[in-house]
């Protein structure tokens, strides 16, 4: 199991993006949070197996159909103990 920490950039809040990402998330059976952060990025923690995590990050530019996705940061951190997908 591996987990990264990504941000994201650009018109991401108030567009359903973090609600879009818990979708994606779950079905890839991952583990982790969507959080609005105050300088209007979005903050999004995935953990699970790695071919589905890479694939939660590719998909992180694609969002919900509202958003317009900017930029995708992301860096791995260590496991956290997180039970299911949620936002915040």
Same mark, same amino acid.
């Given at each position: 199991?591996?987990?990264?920490?990504?941000?994201?950039?650009? %018109?991401? #809040?108030?567009? @359903?993006?973090? &609600?879009? !990402?818990? *979708? %994606?998330?779950? *079905?890839? *059976? =991952? !583990?982790?949070?969507?959080?609005? =952060? +105050? &300088?209007? !990025? $979005?903050?999004?923690?995935?953990?699970?197996?790695? +071919? #589905?995590?890479?694939? =939660? #990050?590719? @998909?992180? @530019?694609?969002?919900? #159909?509202? +958003?317009? $996705? !900017? *930029? $995708?940061?992301?860096?791995?951190?260590?496991?956290?103990?997180?039970?299911?997908?949620?936002?915040?």
């Amino acid at each position: 199991m591996i987990c990264v920490r990504c941000i994201v950039s650009g %018109k991401v #809040q108030g567009v @359903w993006y973090r &609600d879009t !990402t818990r *979708s %994606k998330a779950r *079905s890839l *059976s =991952l !583990t982790g949070h969507a959080v609005n =952060l +105050s &300088d209007g !990025t $979005v903050e999004v923690v995935a953990c699970g197996v790695a +071919s #589905q995590v890479k694939a =939660l #990050q590719e @998909w992180l @530019w694609e969002g919900s #159909q509202y +958003s317009n $996705v !900017t *930029s $995708v940061k992301c860096e791995p951190i260590e496991a956290g103990s997180f039970n299911q997908f949620n936002i915040g």
